[in-house]
């Protein structure tokens, strides 16, 4: 059994800079597969960024390629998305999601997070 909080959410102005954290608990978090989503009001959820388990293959959405970092460390039990140069379109809840199989659908991940919110004014 995973359990994943997320925090750093905020408000940032447009271009703006945000780091994500999703802290795990569990001794098996190090073998999962961790995905970033957001789901922005009215829209569907969508994978923003992934990293496997050894961190060695990352995933990102085309629309945050060369703005977001996923990364993590597996010695504190955390996973982070460093968001850099942030757009008002990119205001939205963002969940961490942790599973064993490597995807960038919602159903490859098992556990999820309840979610930290991202505002992002003009």
């Known amino acids: 059994q995973v359990q994943l909080v997320e925090s750093g959410g905020g408000l940032v102005q447009a271009g703006g800079s945000l780091r994500l954290s999703c802290a795990a608990s569990?001794?098996?978090?190090?073998?999962?597969?961790v995905g970033w989503f957001r789901r922005a009001l009215g829209k569907e959820r969508e994978l923003v960024a992934a990293v496997t388990w050894s961190g060695a293959l990352t995933e990102y959405a085309d629309s945050v390629k060369g703005r977001f970092t996923v990364s993590r460390d597996n010695t504190k039990v955390t996973v982070y998305l460093q968001m850099k140069r942030l757009k008002r379109e990119e205001a939205a809840v963002y969940y961490c999601?942790?599973?064993?199989?490597?995807?960038?659908?919602?159903?490859?991940?098992?556990?999820w997070g309840q979610g930290t919110q991202v505002t992002v004014s003009s």
């Open positions: 569990g001794r098996t978090f190090s073998s999962f597969n």
């Open positions: 999601a942790a599973g064993r199989c490597w995807g960038i659908e919602a159903q490859a991940y098992n556990y």
